[in-house]
C-alpha cells in the first residue's frame, strides 16, 4: 500500500534514511525535524512495515513568461529487504498522480548516482540541467578585492537567487523555507553560507567541505564577477583545492555536468534566455 506519512512512521523513516544514504542518525533526526512533512512524502507499507519511501519538495519553475507550480522528488529510498520489487516505481507513479491531482506541472529530480539517469528516462524524465564544474588550485586564483563577509540570511539568499538567475531559460526558484534549511543544514555539516559585499557587486555563496578541499555548491552573484568572488572566499577559507559550480556555459574550460531531470505533466513550454539552471540538491 502506498499512503501518506505519519507521525509513527518516523521511526522507520529515519532507519531507511540511515539505511539507504548510509548517514549518521543526527543528519536523518535534523531532517526530519527542520525540513519534513507528512504532507510531501509518500509512504510505501509491506505487512503494514514501511518498506520505502518518496519526498515532494514544493518548487517553483521560472521562464521569462510566466512562473510554473512543481514539486522536487527527493529522498527516493526502499530497505534492503524490500529492494527488486518495484517500490520505487510504484511510489514515483503515485507521486506523478498526486501532482497531477494537484495542478503541478512539472517534476524535477536529480538523481543520485549516473546510472539512474537511465532508470528516470524511462520513466518519462529528460536531463534539462546541467552545471559547469571546476577544479581550482590556489595559485590559479588572483588576490582577493576588499569585501565584507557575513553569515547569509535567507531574505538575502532568495532576493540574490532570484537577480542572479534571472536571465536563466527555466530557473528553479526555492521558497524562504527551503532556503532557511539549505542555509542552516548547509552549516550543520560543516560547511557554510556567506553573503559577499564589495563596491562592484555582491553575492552569496553555500560551500561544502570535502575530501579535503572546499565545493563551492551555489554562487548567486549580482555585478560580482565569479573569479572576484573565489579569490574572496580562498582569503577567508584557504582551502588547497576547490570545486566550483555553476550554471551552464558560466566557466571557461569547465566539465559540463547532467544534474538534474525533469517530467512534464503538460506541453513543455518554449524556453528562451540562458541554459536551464537547478541547484541546491542534495546529490
Keep these: ?83 527488486g520489487q518495484g517500490i520505487s516505481t510504484r ?28 532508470f528516470y528516462q524511462r520513466r518519462g524524465y529528460e536531463a534539462r540541467f546541467y552545471l559547469d564544474s571546476l577544479k581550482l588550485l590556489p595559485r590559479n586564483i588572483n588576490s ?26 527555466l530557473f528553479a526558484r526555492w521558497d524562504m523555507e527551503a532556503l532557511a534549511f539549505m542555509i542552516a543544514s548547509t552549516r550543520e555539516d560543516g560547511g557554510g553560507a556567506l553573503h559577499i559585499r564589495t563596491a562592484r557587486g555582491e553575492g552569496c555563496c553555500l560551500y ?18 565569479w573569479q572576484d568572488a573565489v579569490s574572496i572566499l580562498h582569503q577567508h577559507l584557504n582551502a588547497p ?12 574550460d569547465a566539465d559540463v555536468l547532467p544534474f538534474g531531470m525533469i517530467h512534464w505533466f503538460i506541453d513543455s513550454p518554449a524556453l528562451q534566455g540562458e541554459a536551464p539552471y537547478l541547484s541546491l540538491a542534495k546529490d
Excluded: C
Aim: aromatic share 8%.
Design 1 to 83: 500500500m502506498i499512503r501518506f506519512a505519519r507521525a509513527g512512521d518516523l521511526p522507520a523513516l529515519s532507519t531507511l534514511w540511515q539505511e539507504a544514504f548510509e548517514a549518521e542518525a543526527g543528519e536523518a533526526a535534523y531532517y526530519f525535524k527542520h525540513r519534513h512533512h507528512n504532507s510531501n512524502m509518500l509512504v510505501a507499507t509491506a505487512d503494514d512495515e514501511v518498506a520505502g519511501m518518496l519526498t515532494m519538495l514544493p518548487l517553483d519553475l521560472i521562464t521569462q513568461s510566466q512562473v510554473i507550480k512543481a514539486r522536487y522528488v527527493f529522498a527516493v529510498a526502499t530497505f534492503q529487504k524490500h529492494r
Design 91 to 118: 511510489l514515483l507513479d503515485a507521486a506523478h498522480q498526486h501532482m497531477l491531482s494537484q495542478g503541478v506541472a512539472a517534476s524535477v529530480l536529480v538523481p543520485a548516482s549516473p546510472s539512474l539517469f537511465d
Design 144 to 169: 582577493a578585492a576588499d569585501a565584507a563577509l557575513t553569515p547569509l540570511s535567507a531574505p538575502d539568499y532568495l532576493r540574490l537567487r532570484g537577480a542572479a538567475f534571472s536571465g536563466s531559460g
Design 208 to 225: 561544502e567541505r570535502l575530501d579535503g578541499g572546499v565545493r563551492i555548491t551555489e554562487l548567486a552573484l549580482v555585478g560580482l564577477p
Design 241 to 252: 583545492v576547490y570545486t566550483l559550480r555553476m550554471p551552464q556555459g558560466t566557466l571557461p
